[in-house]
Structures are given as structure tokens and as C-alpha cells.
């Protein structure tokens, strides 16, 4: 009787070990990752050029419409697709000449994107709504 006792509380540890587990693998085994809104850095930048979905946000701190979408770029990012990634650049910065030059940026209020294979659009005056349909397509 004893015996059967300690193998049947034996299996109950184990079996809650085992839910436990799964539950948490549930929580981390997502291969998902978070949308990202950042200043432009080089190194991140080609981490993460074809792994996902990127935009260069070419913006003005001048610009009221840049510092709108900006707005919403970082009040909520929940509502743009996940594993994607926007850079903010500097319009006027002379550290962004070169990837003006680039990609053909002529204005600020211009956002590049990317997408997994590297291809590139240049989009002046794009929509929040647009970009997340950029964003979103695989």
C-alpha cells in the first residue's frame, strides 16, 4: 500500500512537471517576434536586413507630420505587424547622406522598406495605415 502511494504521488510530480513544462514552453516557444521602433544603427540594421520586414522612417524633427506618424510609431506598436522592424533616420543628419544617396531619398516624411529579400521601396509621404500593409506582407 505504501509503495503504491509513493508511485501514484511520484506520477502526479511528474505529470504537473510535465504540464508545467508545456505551459512554458507555449509562453517561449514562440518564434514571433515583437514589432520594433528604433533610431537607425548600422550594425542592428544588417542583423536584421532579411531576416524581416524593415522600413528607414527619413524624417524632420521640423516636420509635423513626421513627428505624428513618430507618435504613433512608439504609442503603439502593438498594431503593427510582428518581426518587423523601423528604422528611424535623420533627415538632416549628415550621417544619413549615404543612405539617402542610396536609396533615393529626396525628402523627408519618406520611408524605405524592405522586405525579406531585400527588395526596396522608396515611399514619400506614405501612410501609417500603408506602411502596416508593407510590413505585413511575407
Same mark, same amino acid.
Given at each position: 500500500?505504501?509503495?503504491?502511494?509513493?508511485?501514484?504521488?511520484?506520477?502526479?510530480?511528474?505529470?504537473? $512537471? !510535465?504540464?508545467?513544462?508545456?505551459?512554458?514552453?507555449?509562453?517561449?516557444?514562440?518564434?514571433?517576434?515583437?514589432?520594433?521602433?528604433?533610431?537607425?544603427?548600422?550594425?542592428?540594421?544588417?542583423?536584421? !536586413?532579411?531576416?524581416?520586414?524593415?522600413?528607414?522612417?527619413? *524624417?524632420?524633427?521640423?516636420?509635423?507630420?513626421?513627428?505624428?506618424?513618430?507618435?504613433? !510609431?512608439?504609442?503603439?506598436?502593438?498594431?503593427?505587424?510582428?518581426?518587423?522592424?523601423?528604422? +528611424?533616420?535623420?533627415?538632416?543628419?549628415?550621417?544619413?547622406? $549615404?543612405?539617402?544617396?542610396?536609396?533615393?531619398?529626396?525628402? *523627408?516624411?519618406?520611408?524605405?522598406?524592405?522586405?525579406?529579400?531585400?527588395? $526596396?521601396?522608396?515611399?514619400?509621404?506614405?501612410?501609417?495605415?500603408?506602411? +502596416?500593409? $508593407?510590413?505585413?506582407?511575407?
Amino acid at each position: 500500500i505504501v509503495d503504491e502511494s509513493i508511485e501514484r504521488d511520484v506520477e502526479e510530480v511528474v505529470e504537473e $512537471a !510535465l504540464e508545467e513544462n508545456v505551459e512554458g514552453e507555449e509562453a517561449t516557444d514562440a518564434d514571433e517576434v515583437s514589432f520594433s521602433f528604433q533610431d537607425f544603427d548600422q550594425e542592428v540594421f544588417a542583423q536584421k !536586413l532579411g531576416t524581416q520586414n524593415i522600413a528607414l522612417f527619413f *524624417h524632420s524633427e521640423s516636420c509635423g507630420k513626421c513627428r505624428k506618424k513618430e507618435e504613433t !510609431l512608439t504609442t503603439t506598436p502593438e498594431s503593427f505587424p510582428s518581426n518587423s522592424t523601423v528604422f +528611424k533616420v535623420n533627415f538632416n543628419d549628415s550621417s544619413s547622406q $549615404a543612405l539617402r544617396k542610396e536609396y533615393g531619398v529626396t525628402i *523627408h516624411d519618406t520611408f524605405v522598406t524592405l522586405d525579406t529579400t531585400k527588395n $526596396a521601396t522608396v515611399n514619400p509621404g506614405m501612410s501609417i495605415e500603408d506602411l +502596416k500593409t $508593407a510590413l505585413g506582407k511575407a
